[in-house]
């Protein structure tokens, strides 16, 4: 079973800061998804990671993969409220049909 | 492009009683997943439907729980006697393949009393 693990779990930063979201993954998986989830809302996609070395950027969010250290992380650039949320990573067993999902990062962005 | 649909929004019910959910994926996708998450947890597979066939089930309580996909398109999800501890939110996803990017609807919040 592929167990995904994230840290830190809770995340309070200021506004224009830079910080990392760190996901690890038990088992191999090629597959490596960024969700975000507002309060009371659904999961929104964020990233998609098909390969090793693949890099995403999205505005001050980059995501990237690396399968051989089954790391991802989240990077997150200068820091703005609107990104108050939790994000979650999620990975494909390579074995298995459906994601497994970590247990969150929630962060705060304070001014 | 209209979204995953699910009703209802909320459901408040008391223990051993019973509850049931309905989801409809985007249209064309054949691959439709009901998840529970627990308050303060990521979400965690039930069952995954590929057309109107169960790919994977093994973490739905079956003594309770039981899902199915008619038609390979709405499915329904029950639970039959609800426990305290199938408080959660109930959410449904669809993707046009196994394996590929989900698509959340805005899922079912459950209280058990």
């Known amino acids: 079973e592929l167990k995904v693990e994230q840290n830190p779990l809770f995340l309070s930063m200021q506004e224009g800061k830079n910080y990392t979201i760190y996901c690890n993954y038990s088992t191999t998986s090629d597959r490596l998804y960024w969700y975000r989830q507002d309060p009371g809302k659904s999961l929104e996609s964020l990233f998609v990671l098909l390969s090793n070395g693949a890099v995403k950027q999205e505005g001050r969010l980059m995501a990237s993969l690396d399968t051989k250290a089954r790391l991802s992380t989240l990077h997150i650039t200068a820091a703005v409220h609107d990104l108050s949320a939790t994000y979650f990573c999620a990975g494909l067993p390579n074995s298995g049909y459906a994601l497994n999902f970590g247990k969150g990062t929630s962060l705060l962005v304070t001014p | ?113």
């Open chain 2, 1 to 113: 492009e209209a979204g995953v649909a699910q009703s209802p929004r909320y459901k408040i019910i008391e223990k051993r009683q019973s509850v049931a959910f309905w989801c409809n994926p985007i249209s064309g996708h054949a691959t439709l997943y009901w998840y529970q998450q627990i308050l303060g947890q990521g979400p965690k597979l039930l069952i995954q439907f590929q057309n109107n066939g169960v790919v994977d089930d093994s973490q739905l309580p079956k003594d309770r729980f039981s899902a199915e996909r008619l038609k390979g398109v709405d499915s329904t999800l029950k639970i039959q006697p609800a426990k305290l501890e199938d408080s959660a939110v109930y959410l449904c996803a669809s993707s046009p393949a196994t394996g590929g990017k989900l698509f959340f609807g805005s899922g079912t919040q459950l209280s058990v009393l």
